[in-house]
């Protein structure tokens, strides 16, 4: 089975992120794999064993990119290729990168693609369905679980919550959601042995792509923190007493009952 | 002169520093209090590959350099000193042994398992009267056919209790000086005649496991024998020494620890109106932390290496583990000062990261003992 993983580098938001001038400081943050994007490189790899075939991992990013495909490659992808658009694309969005991985797939045949649920970053969710849609093939999102028999595909799709079963075939795109799997940690052996595999570096021109075939769709006025959490408020009094108290804040105060 | 980590380095950094916090720091405490050895975190360890880091791949080992297995020693060691101590002794104490002065015979049978992490091995050399003054050994093997016969005791021995099987130095002859030869022999943990007990309450590292072993009339065949016969002083000398970049990178895990929830604490604690960080007395103590952390980084990555470069490393080794480890103790120190009465409580645990330091100013060579390595170095 050919299988494939759309991953994308991405700040760790659980670390300090500084914003300046609607950008945010890449000296000060920590990158890491988008954490769905974990859950869909482990899934491919439990397929690839229970199937045969091999793993690819796909990145359009920048030479620093690099870094997350060698992970991927450490915990078990086969091989990994690199789209660098840092010489061709001053930005993109979720249109561009979508475009770029339609022309980096249609030479492909690939069996499955599995991609994050949403990117930890912009959280659209969208280069996935809008890939699927561009090869013309099916796409099912925020999966937690996924089992192949023959060409019938059965996947349990979380719907807000609840799970929703779904059969579909070959060849298709899948979002991976939390407790899909867990992701494994990659092992010394494997990060020693990622640098002996493949990875493949791109341009868009490889692709046959013109930089206006891949301009964004999407303007991006601003970018900010969200505003400071204040400090709570601890109630006190007997349970009774607090109850009422909250309920008065909440409707007088807060306005939210 | 680069100072960047490779990408490898950087990415085995990050993993063990995703598996310190995720699956170490949550029991630290625990593994402190109930002074229990983690042996599942030991097996994941295992799975991971961290206990043969540095060995290479035909023992059953990564092939990664001193470098990664420092990082590997510090990212454990930040989150919990037992585990990283019974980590590092494992792998610098136990296996490294073999892997220097072990026949091939000896690296497939002993190396492989120990590199794989499915066994564990320690280092029986202090003893009762034999501490700084390892040449002071007073165990005992005698030839007896194609046996060595053992006779003696062994104190403060690491992992013992969990491990498969022992390294122990005993005297097996006289020199040309007419003084005390010593060997090293590789004794199976379940020979007959070994007793091994792990009744010490101590103060730090407490769920790292050590222990006392008895050998009484211990007979192993003398195939047994590492390496040359009567090189067991400079074999432990070596084997120490390489085992002091691990020391050294456990004080530098302990003082980064000790930094950390410093800072995060001085950050977040009001008094007076104001974080405590604001204060000039907090952010001197900070400061001079901080700098002490990276300081002892660089000896540490440099004593790495230069080892992985077949460069001499003993006094930069030396050098290391005097500074990180005595780095680590001052920084715990001003850790717990920092936290004021909080600091002094387990919950906190920074108090835990001083009683674990201590060990470090003590094991493996104590901090006088590196002052004397390092001296004679300059001649004295």
């Known amino acids: ?257 | 002169m680069d100072f960047e980590l490779s990408k490898e380095q950087l990415m085995v950094k990050k993993m063990v520093k995703e598996f310190a916090d995720e699956v170490i720091q949550p029991r630290a405490i625990e593994i402190d209090k109930e002074a229990k050895f983690p042996v599942d975190i030991f097996e994941q360890m295992g799975e991971l590959g961290l206990l043969g880091i540095p060995f290479p791949e035909e023992y059953g080992g990564a092939g990664a350099d001193t470098l990664s297995y420092a990082l590997a020693v510090e990212e454990i060691g930040r989150v919990c000193g037992s585990t990283g101590l019974s980590y590092a002794a494992a792998v610098s104490l136990g296996a490294s042994p073999i892997y220097y002065f072990g026949t091939e015979e000896q690296k497939q049978n002993y190396l492989v398992p120990l590199a794989k992490g499915e066994a564990l091995a320690s280092f029986g050399l202090t003893e009762p009267n034999a501490g700084s003054d390892a040449g002071g050994t007073q165990t005992t093997a005698v030839e007896d056919g194609d046996d060595y016969v053992i006779n003696g005791e062994k104190c403060f021995i690491t992992n013992a209790g969990y491990a498969k099987f022992l390294i122990v130095t005993a005297i097996t002859g006289k020199n040309e000086k007419g003084q005390n030869a010593i060997s090293s022999i590789i004794v199976p943990a379940d020979t007959k005649g070994i007793t091994i007990s792990s009744d010490y309450d101590k103060m730090g590292v407490r769920g790292s496991d050590t222990a006392e072993i008895v050998l009484n009339d211990v007979r192993v065949p003398k195939e047994n024998l590492l390496g040359e016969a009567h090189k067991g002083f400079n074999q432990f000398l070596h084997t120490l020494d390489g085992g002091r970049i691990s020391i050294a990178a456990l004080g530098l895990g302990i003082a980064q620890g000790s930094l950390d929830r410093a800072l995060s604490y001085a950050k977040e604690r009001k008094q007076f109106g104001k974080p405590i960080s604001s204060f000039q007395a907090i952010q001197f103590k900070l400061a001079d932390m901080a700098m002490e952390v990276e300081l002892a980084r660089n000896m540490v990555h440099k004593a790495a290496w230069l080892k992985d470069n077949n460069k001499p490393f003993g006094k930069e080794a030396a050098y290391a583990k005097l500074y990180a480890t005595e780095t680590a103790f001052r920084n715990a120190n001003q850790a717990i000062q920092i936290h004021g009465g909080y600091g002094y409580m387990r919950e906190y645990e920074v108090e835990r990261y001083l009683r674990d330091a201590k060990l470090l100013e003590i094991g493996e060579g104590t901090s006088e003992i590196q002052r004397m390595v390092i001296a004679r170095q300059l001649g004295c």
């Open chain 1, 1 to 257: 089975m050919n299988i494939y993983v759309l991953l994308k580098r991405t700040f760790d938001t659980e670390e300090k992120i500084d914003v300046s001038n609607g950008r945010i400081e890449d000296e000060s943050a920590e990158f890491i794999i988008n954490p769905y994007d974990e859950y869909a490189v482990e899934e491919a790899i439990n397929q690839r064993d229970a199937h045969g075939g091999e793993v690819t991992v796909v990145t359009v990013g920048d030479e620093e990119s690099e870094k997350q495909l060698r992970t991927a490659l450490a915990m078990g992808a086969d091989k990994a290729v690199l789209i660098n658009t840092e010489d061709d694309l001053e930005d993109g969005d979720q249109y561009t990168t979508a475009k770029i991985l339609h022309a980096f797939f249609a030479e492909k045949e690939a069996d499955l693609i599995l991609a994050g649920n949403v990117a930890i970053d912009e959280a659209s969710g969208q280069v996935g369905p809008r890939l699927a849609e561009a090869l013309g093939i099916p796409f099912v999102t925020t999966i937690t679980s996924l089992k192949i028999e023959d060409n019938t595909v059965t996947i349990e799709k979380d719907v807000e919550g609840d799970v929703e079963i779904v059969e579909t075939s070959l060849p298709l795109l899948v979002t991976c959601q939390q407790g899909l799997n867990e992701p494994r940690y990659p092992s010394l052996p494997g990060i020693m042995k990622a640098k002996k595999k493949p990875l493949e570096e791109l341009e868009i021109d490889d692709l046959d792509l013109e930089e206006d075939d891949v301009e964004q769709k999407t303007k991006t006025i601003d970018i900010y923190l969200p505003p400071e959490k204040e400090a709570g408020r601890v109630l006190e009094g007997d349970v009774d007493e607090q109850v009422k108290e909250l309920v008065s804040l909440l409707k007088n105060e807060k306005k939210v009952l």
